[in-house]
């Protein structure tokens, strides 16, 4: 905490003005030109031919609605499978200690530092044809690779730390007193995480279900190799971005651009909004715990 | 650290269980997929692979333009964290939420658009094109991507370390007599300097591996300005799988590196703080 008589600040520790102005400057200028100016530049170059030729561009073409539909099944399920391992991972890390845990958390992290083509190629030679699994899942009937199967695998592949990292901090700023009071009070596992933990890391964990949303949504390096980029079929909405501008098709490119683009912005919102909230709630639990 | 020694609370061992099946079973497998694939090809066979022309080619280009890239984004991401940790300006807030339009943008769409602005006819290149500066499908333009992915990296990093500086040290070396520029270069640099190549190793590590938006800015010429992604990317289209391979496990391994040096650049950096 601050110290209770403020100390007017020495005038030479704070920069002159005309420094603080042309950095302001400078600064503001480069996030025009990096990022407010490329998302204009999104939905100008997207209704350029009017609302009519936008929504025809988005709706009107079967393959174009189909990879909104694969988005809106492949995102959500591999954002579900690593809430699961996300939740389970923070309470074996932030709750016990164990051998290995800090091995544990550096291997949660992998997955950051792999390229995604890498991921990509890594899932064909595990289910390619000349793949480790490939021949036996053939000659039982099983295609993976080519398939959405594939795409979720990828996607979730890509998207394993996001929800961990963002609990597993949570967790242990919050601490095991409630919860243990909980047990101490005659409660089950099962209670314990439904009334106490999750109700106590809910802001985290929203936290990191929109990193992960976002991430999984925009994937492209890895759905591109496991996918085989078929139209209709395993396009997700990056895929067919990218199959669009490549057969000069700009406007429709940039209609489902801007889709993606409006979901990245909400996603901006609600992440600065549950910031705050995920602030307030660790800070009032070490005040707590200072007052005790 | 708020944790329980005694295992009081009931689920390690399901907890526990359940994080190593699944990240054997989703990370391991395949890593090791890859890495024994890598391992079972004949040595000279692998050698070959790994150091052809276009591979030696694309390795360089994609050192340097992330190298570049990470320096230009730790230079302007310092920059623009000074600039919202120290400074009041209108609609500062809004600025700040922004830096992570690029964790939330895909970067197919980043490619899509970058690729268009600095086109002849692009809202940058209308005007920069008269002036010689030809971004589009060069190797800059791979840079100018790398910088906007990278970038957020170093602002976020050096946040909190910059919010966390000791005013009072500041204004001691001003008392002292030391000039603006003297405290910035004596006293807060050497303190952020952790922060900065934290960020920087974060930046370099993500442009290491990025494609999504490097293929749609770059003209992707074998030799020229294919970087290392794409070549793997379009050795798999042609079905030659130890060739792309053995590009995989050096940028795997490079990217492990990176995972290395950060994890290491951490604990460094903290080292005074218990």
Not at chain 2, 25 to 32: C, E, S, T, Y
Request: aromatic content about 12%.
């Amino acid at each position: 905490m601050g110290s209770l008589t403020t100390v007017p600040r020495a005038a030479k520790a704070e920069d002159p003005a005309w420094i603080r102005w042309t950095l302001t400057a400078v600064a503001v200028l480069l996030l025009t030109v990096l990022v407010i100016v490329p998302v204009v530049s999104v939905f100008v170059e997207a209704f350029a031919d009017g609302w009519t030729a936008y929504w025809d561009n988005l709706l009107g073409d079967p393959d174009t609605r189909s990879a909104m539909l694969l988005t809106a099944v492949v995102a959500p399920v591999a954002v579900a499978c690593n809430v699961a391992f996300g939740v389970a991972a923070a309470w074996a890390i932030a709750r016990f200690h164990f051998r290995g845990r800090t091995t544990l958390v550096t291997v949660i992290d992998l997955p950051f530092s792999v390229s995604p083509v890498v991921v990509g190629l890594m899932f064909v030679l595990l289910f390619g044809m000349q793949g480790f699994f490939g021949p036996w899942l053939r000659a039982h009937g099983v295609q993976i690779l080519f398939t959405p199967i594939a795409l979720i695998l990828a996607t979730t592949f890509v998207t394993v730390p996001f929800v961990a990292r963002e609990m597993i901090p949570v967790m242990e700023a919050i601490g095991p007193d409630e919860e243990l009071a909980a047990l101490s009070l005659g409660a089950n596992g099962w209670q314990i995480f439904v009334r106490v933990t999750l109700p106590n890391v809910k802001w985290g964990l929203i936290y990191g279900v929109l990193l992960c949303n976002a991430r999984a949504m925009g994937e492209f390096g890895a759905v591109y190799v496991v996918g085989g980029r078929i139209a209709g079929e395993t396009n997700t909405m990056p895929l067919q971005v990218d199959m669009l501008f490549q057969g000069f098709n700009s406007p429709a490119a940039f209609a489902i651009a801007s889709v993606l683009t409006l979901l990245g912005l909400v996603t901006l919102a609600l992440k600065t909004w549950v910031e705050g909230r995920k602030k307030d709630l660790t800070q009032s639990h070490e005040d707590a715990k200072v007052e005790s | 650290m708020a944790q329980v020694n005694r295992r009081v609370l009931p689920g390690f061992r399901l907890s526990l269980g359940f994080t190593l099946v699944y990240l054997t079973v989703l990370v391991l497998v395949p890593l090791a997929a890859c890495l024994l694939t890598a391992a079972s090809l004949p040595r000279d066979e692998f050698l070959k692979a790994v150091w052809t022309e276009r591979a030696r080619a694309a390795y360089a280009l994609t050192f340097v333009a992330a190298f570049v890239a990470a320096g230009v984004s730790a230079v302007l991401g310092t920059l623009i964290a000074w600039v919202l940790v120290r400074y009041d300006f209108p609609l500062k807030k809004f600025f700040d939420a922004i830096v992570d339009l690029p964790f939330a943008l895909p970067t197919a769409v980043a490619g899509l658009v970058f690729s268009n602005l600095y086109v002849p006819s692009g809202w940058f290149g209308r005007f920069l094109v008269p002036m010689g500066v030809e971004f589009a499908y060069s190797q800059a333009a791979i840079v100018l991507v790398m910088v906007f992915i990278g970038f957020p990296f170093v602002v976020r990093t050096l946040q909190p370390v910059l919010e966390s500086l000791d005013h009072e040290t500041e204004e001691a070396a001003a008392m002292l007599g030391a000039g603006r520029w003297q405290v910035f270069r004596r006293v807060i640099f050497p303190a952020i300097l952790p922060g900065i190549v934290t960020g920087f190793a974060l930046a370099f590590a993500r442009a290491l591996g990025e494609y999504g938006s490097v293929v749609f800015v770059s003209s992707n010429i074998p030799g020229k300005s294919e970087i290392a992604a794409v070549l793997i990317v379009n050795k798999l289209e042609e079905f030659k799988y130890v060739e792309a391979t053995a590009v995989a496990t050096v940028l795997l391994f490079a990217s492990f590196l990176m995972l290395a040096v950060v994890n290491w650049l951490e604990r460094w950096s903290r080292r005074w703080d218990r």
